[in-house]
């Protein structure tokens, strides 16, 4: 029985958006139904020309950021899309901020959504946030 993981991504360092990408890779392609929720400085390294890599909060992220074993966030986010049918989702208000729109962001992203939307949809499913 596949479970619903419902994943909610608004900090940018890279220790929780590389952990939060590797549940929704993992999640995706064991079959579960995963849904990642971005918003707020998460959804900053997925427009597209911003290449800047987010801050470390400790020594495991500089770790991560020097070993080239370790596959990368966007890697595995666009892994759980494309492999497990994971659904990436901005934030509606957090575009709005932003000005920008959903082509500027990474093509593996789905529609715009409101949170309210967003957690009616996870509703009975666990619910992680980073």
Same mark, same amino acid.
């Not at 770790?63 to 892994?79: E, Y």
């Not at 093509?107 to 957690?119: I, N």
């Given at each position: 029985?596949?479970?619903?993981?419902h994943?909610?991504?608004?900090?940018?360092?890279?220790?929780?958006?590389?952990?939060?990408?590797?549940?929704?890779?993992? %999640? $995706?392609? /064991? +079959? #579960?139904?995963?849904?990642?929720?971005? =918003? &707020?400085?998460?959804?900053l390294?997925?427009?597209?020309?911003?290449?800047?890599?987010?801050?470390?909060?400790?020594?495991?992220?500089?770790?991560?950021?020097?070993?080239?074993?370790?596959?990368?966030?966007?890697?595995?986010?666009?892994? %759980? $899309?494309? /492999? +497990? #049918?994971?659904?990436?989702?901005?934030? =509606? &208000?957090?575009?709005?901020?932003?000005?920008?729109?959903?082509?500027?962001?990474?093509?593996?992203?789905?529609?715009?959504?409101?949170?309210?939307?967003?957690?009616?949809?996870?509703?009975g499913?666990?619910?992680?946030?980073?």
């Amino acid at each position: 029985m596949s479970r619903k993981i419902h994943i909610v991504c608004v900090s940018g360092t890279r220790e929780k958006l590389q952990m939060a990408s590797m549940i929704a890779s993992v %999640a $995706a392609t /064991l +079959g #579960d139904e995963v849904s990642v929720f971005f =918003s &707020m400085n998460a959804l900053l390294y997925f427009v597209n020309g911003r290449n800047e890599e987010p801050p470390v909060e400790g020594e495991f992220g500089t770790l991560i950021a020097q070993n080239k074993g370790v596959p990368p966030f966007r890697q595995l986010f666009q892994m %759980a $899309a494309e /492999l +497990g #049918d994971a659904t990436l989702l901005p934030c =509606s &208000m957090a575009l709005d901020l932003l000005k920008i729109t959903k082509d500027d962001l990474d093509p593996a992203f789905g529609p715009p959504t409101g949170l309210t939307r967003f957690l009616s949809d996870a509703e009975g499913a666990q619910l992680l946030s980073f």
